[in-house]
């Protein structure tokens, strides 16, 4: 399995303390012996070595605690990483999505005003095509009335071509009419 700082700190304060255990119970064993010699310096010096141990076995629990504290604030650590790295994927996802989205709307409106250029550029054709019927129809309207016009003199010119043509007959009948 993986290597756990749990797991290494466990079995180093576990061997620690079977060695210490093992160290206390031979300076027990000395010391009851002592006593039952009655050899008071070496049961005093057993007595300090034992009291050694037992700091020694204070100080190991000590750092065993410590090095559990410092493994569970890494697993901590860890598992905060891990769930920093799982928020940075979905904003990064996030982030492509939202760049994706803006692309689309960018080529949307890019599009869109293509086909407002296309349009503009269609009604101002359609303006021009119809500025020039509108020209068209003047010039027509003002041909019609020029026609209108020399009409108007061509009937006036042959009225009066057909009055002088009948005041010459009336005369032409009165010169007849005295002639005879």
Same mark, same amino acid.
């Given at each position: ?101 803006? +692309?689309?709307?960018? *080529?949307? @409106?890019? %599009?869109? !005003? &293509?086909?407002? #250029?296309?349009?503009?550029? =269609? /009604?101002?054709? $359609? ?29 006036? +010119?042959?009225?009066? *071509?057909? @009055?002088? %043509?009948? !005041? &010459?007959?009336? #005369?032409?009948?009165?010169? =007849? /009419?005295?002639? $005879?």
């Amino acid at each position: 399995g993986m290597w756990s700082p749990v797991a290494a700190s466990d079995a180093v304060w576990t061997a620690w303390k079977a060695r210490a255990e093992h160290r206390a119970s031979l300076a027990l064993a000395a010391r009851n012996a002592l006593v039952s010699t009655r050899d008071v310096s070496e049961l005093t010096k057993a007595d300090l070595q034992i009291r050694s141990l037992r700091a020694c076995l204070k100080d190991l629990e000590a750092d065993a605690k410590r090095n559990s504290d410092a493994a569970s604030a890494l697993a901590n650590a860890q598992a905060r990483s891990e769930r920093l790295k799982d928020e940075i994927e979905l904003l990064s996802a996030s982030i492509t999505r939202l760049a994706a989205e803006h +692309a689309e709307q960018r *080529d949307l @409106r890019v %599009a869109e !005003e &293509a086909k407002a #250029r296309e349009l503009k550029l =269609e /009604l101002e054709e $359609e303006r021009d095509l119809r500025r020039r019927a509108e020209r068209k129809a003047a010039d027509l309207a003002a041909e019609c009335e020029e026609h209108r016009c020399r009409a108007e003199e061509h009937r006036a +010119a042959r009225e009066a *071509d057909a @009055r002088r %043509a009948d !005041e &010459a007959r009336t #005369r032409c009948a009165d010169v =007849e /009419l005295r002639g $005879e």
